[in-house]
């Protein structure tokens, strides 16, 4: 009897080693530096040059602009206008107006431009996700990883510059709005 029930014991023992191997398969990972690819897309280093390039003309027209304040300023102050006359008060105002209208304007374009840049990073985020999927089915990747939540990977589960020429390929350029090229106010 107490041999019956070693041999059953001893065969279980090799049965279920065996099916646990079958069983259990191990976890495909990868690793992906999404930050990389957003900053280094061709589509986002275009994007950027061209907002950049809009930003100092939107610069050199505010200073410009800046300039013939500064004279309408000094022209005011040196009329001979009396100071506490209600002409003087009401120019100066009008002055003053402008000047914060200016001043809202350009900060306004400024802002829309970098929206501009934003919306061009968002489109390249949601184009870089098919094509992260299409890697995933294609090496039968388990788990994705971003490289910002990882302490240490191998190299080899990073599939970071594959999925940036993909996306160059996927998408080379994304168009930015003509308002914000020419850095005109609407």
Request: charged fraction near 30%; proline fraction near 3%.
């Amino acid at each position: 009897m107490r041999f019956l029930a070693t041999a059953i014991f001893a065969l279980c023992l090799q049965l279920v080693p065996s099916k646990a191997q079958e069983v259990f398969q191990p976890t495909v990972m990868a690793v992906v530096d999404v930050g990389y690819i957003l900053r280094e897309a061709t589509a986002s280093k275009t994007a950027l040059e061209e907002v950049n390039k809009s930003i100092a003309r939107l610069e050199a027209e505010a200073e410009g602009a800046e300039k013939q304040l500064r004279e309408q300023r000094n022209q005011l102050t040196d009329s001979e206008l009396d100071r506490a006359s209600d002409v003087f008060k009401k120019s100066l105002r009008e002055f003053e107006a402008e000047a914060s209208r200016l001043q809202l304007d350009f900060r306004q374009r400024r802002q829309e431009l970098q929206a501009g840049l934003e919306q061009v990073r968002r489109t390249l985020s949601d184009g870089l996700k098919p094509i992260l999927q299409k890697m995933v089915e294609e090496r039968s990747i388990d788990l994705l990883i971003d490289r910002s939540r990882v302490i240490y990977a191998n190299d080899k589960l990073d599939i970071t510059l594959d999925a940036l020429s993909r996306l160059n390929v996927e998408i080379p350029s994304i168009p930015t709005r003509p308002e914000n090229q020419e850095g005109q106010s609407k």
